[in-house]
């Protein structure tokens, strides 16, 4: 399956598709500003509550609060839950920072991390120092994957080495990804469904910049999180010719099973008609009709089946169908981070090289995909086999018993007619 077999993708879609993802984060901030207002509130009434159940300590044990002047125990305690607080972010940031160093101490050694884990901005057009740094750096995480990056030194070397980085992470995101695409595809609640796209989502995009030994910075969080946000929207990223497409590749492995089960089925009806008895009596073959009977049986047990496999591989496209499409955001965006890691500047974070579209994400999602189906299909046809077998064979033993009974009907009569007049 080639990427030009998919759906084209015109100047108006991709158009659509940039559009969309704007609104989507416009979208992501009216949910952070929505998600800050509710903390805030949330806060207020939690140091209320603290405020309320100090003054009511005061009371049970007898003391006034102060007509005039401050009340240093609210004051006091406002203070102890501002140091909580701050305790708490603090306690947060150690438990997060050592986690990262943990992270990188997979990549680099402990000179090393301060070095290179920081995520350098893209300028519009890298100058010899940031090449030296860049190049620097993309030599020492090829060392550490068991790479050779020679001639980083140059420019063109230097973008030829990050895609051939990118082009060894881009196995390890689509594995990923299709993993947490085909778990959503097999789900059928919208919550669970939701939720194991956002976990899969960050999780994928933090296993990148664990591959690359980077450290997120404020900015980086921020994009990471709209990425996020944005993988629940896949409305916006495919159409509904894309979708079609996708939808007609996952079932063309099983392609022709509603045709065959007519055939089947009209086969059946017409052996099921037949006067057998008739044809039996005329060639004087006795059991013709149960053995059609039988083996119209049989053709309706696959006739049956095949019914049977068609139902399953339209609802079964459908569910697969939901899992490719979370597969190809989530392959989309892990490489679009692994990407802007590795790129040297802007001119080369655009190139065809750094860059993976829609229809090629979504196409690595769906071969695995109608691989699913089709080995199902296959379960359900070696199942059928089966019956069939059971229908067949029946009807052999019959046919032997049948050919038994008039080979033996056939040499009574010869022995009739050999036997001598006067006989008794």
Known sequence: MEAAEFASE????????????????????????????????????????????????????????????????LLAGFGVSVLGALAIVAFGWRAYRRAWTTRLMLVWAAGDRSRYSRIRPLSAVAGPAELALRADYLAALSASMGHDAAGTATREGY??????????????????????GLVVG?????????A??????????????????????LGTWIEMLKRTTASLFLNWYVSRE????????IKKTAWGMSAASDMAQQAAEALDDFDWDHLGGSVGVPGLSFIGSLAAKGIGV????????GAFIESTADDLLQGVLAGGILYYHGMALAAECLALDAGHRASAGMNRTISQAMLVACTPASRILQNQVRMLR???????KLAFGAAKNKVKSSAGSVWSSMRGRKEEVQMPLGEP
């Open 196 to 217: 194991s796209i956002v976990a899969a989502a960050l999780e994928l995009q933090l296993h990148v910049l664990t591959r690359l030994g980077k450290r997120p910075s």
């Open 382 to 388: 070696n199942l059928l086999r089966e019956r069939r």
């Open 159 to 180: 973008q030829l080495a990050a895609q051939n980085v990118l082009k060894i992470l881009e196995t390890e995101i689509a594995h990923r990804a299709v993993t947490a």
């Open 302 to 309: 696959g006739a049956f089946g095949l019914r049977h496999i």
């Open 10 to 73: 015109d100047s108006t879609l991709a158009a659509v598709r940039t559009r969309g993802l704007q609104y989507l984060t416009y979208l992501f901030w009216a949910i952070v500003s929505v998600a800050a207002l509710a903390a805030a509130q949330l806060a207020g009434s939690l140091v209320s509550r603290w405020l309320a159940l100090l003054d009511g300590a005061r009371r049970s044990f007898g003391f006034a609060a102060p007509v005039a002047g401050p009340d240093y125990l």
């Open 186 to 194: 097999l789900n059928r609640n919208p919550l669970i469904d939701s």
């Open 242 to 249: 894309d979708a079609l497409y996708l939808k007609l590749a």
